[in-house]
T-cell receptor
Framework: AQSVTQLGSHVSVSEGALVLLRCNYS??????LFWYVQYPNQGLQLLLK??????LVKGINGFEAEFKKSETSFHLTKPSAHMSDAAEYFC???????????FGAGTRLAVHP | DGGITQSPKYLFRKEGQNVTLSCEQN?????MYWYRQDPGQGLRLIYY???????QKGDIAEGYSVSREKKESFPLTVTSAQKNPTAFYLC?????????????FGPGTRLTVL
């Protein structure tokens, strides 16, 4: 079955520290993978997407993610956290068999001074 | 500016009432989607439509209905049969349903049942 798992529902980092949000997927076919960010009471905004070109994908706001097929992972990173990065982050996978996005449960990132 | 609009932003409903949430897009996208978001559960797909006059049930369609009479509009009706409708509802669209392209999201409607 196709699924997306985000490890850690809450992550807390200090301002300036590395941000690492984990995402693992399960898929029998090469996946399309996405990271979205959601600020409180707002819709989702696309951070970056992997569509089988480069395995290291750069997105907006200094975020990037690396697709690792051997580990079935697509972790999101940012070298230095800003207070404005505090939000909820969703990893998603496109399911071609069902023509829909499968979302992880989300990770809420807190950034403290 | 192209984008997706949802209205209203906040909606209050009495038990037993049907209510319709609006979703409009001017991106010329073929596919549109409705999601429900509850704390700690991520997004769950309610209905989606890949083309005008056609739509399919998602994972949690019970108690909801949709229509797709125009390409730019995909309203969602929350019926009295939906047992726990209080949630944040998100509408999205994509160029085409089957190409794996990203979905663009509206700002959401927060529905509260009193």
């Amino acid at each position: 079955a196709q699924s997306v798992t985000q490890l850690g529902s809450h992550v807390s980092v200090s301002e300036g520290a590395l941000v690492l949000l984990r995402c693992n997927y399960s898929s029998s076919v090469p996946p399309y993978l996405f990271w979205y960010v959601q600020y409180p009471n707002q819709g989702l905004q696309l951070l970056l997407k992997y569509t089988s070109a480069a395995t290291l994908v750069k997105g907006i706001n200094g975020f990037e993610a690396e697709f690792k097929k051997s580990e079935t992972s697509f972790h999101l990173t940012k070298p230095s956290a800003h207070m404005s990065d505090a939000a909820e982050y969703f990893c998603a996978m496109f399911s071609g068999g069902y023509n829909k996005l499968i979302f992880g449960a989300g990770t809420r990132l807190a950034v403290h001074p | 500016d192209g984008g997706i609009t949802q209205s209203p932003k906040y909606l209050f409903r009495k038990e037993g009432q049907n209510v319709t949430l609006s979703c409009e897009q001017n991106l010329n996208h073929d596919a549109m989607y409705w999601y429900r978001q509850d704390p700690g559960q991520g997004l769950r797909l309610i209905y989606y439509s890949q083309i005008v006059n056609d739509f399919q049930k998602g994972d949690i369609a019970e108690g909801y209905s949709v229509s797709r009479e125009k390409k730019e509009s995909f309203p969602l009706t929350v019926t009295s049969a939906q047992k726990n409708p209080t949630a944040f509802y998100l509408c999205a669209s994509s160029i085409s349903g089957g190409t794996g392209g990203e979905q663009f999201f509206g700002p959401g409607t927060r529905l509260t049942v009193l």
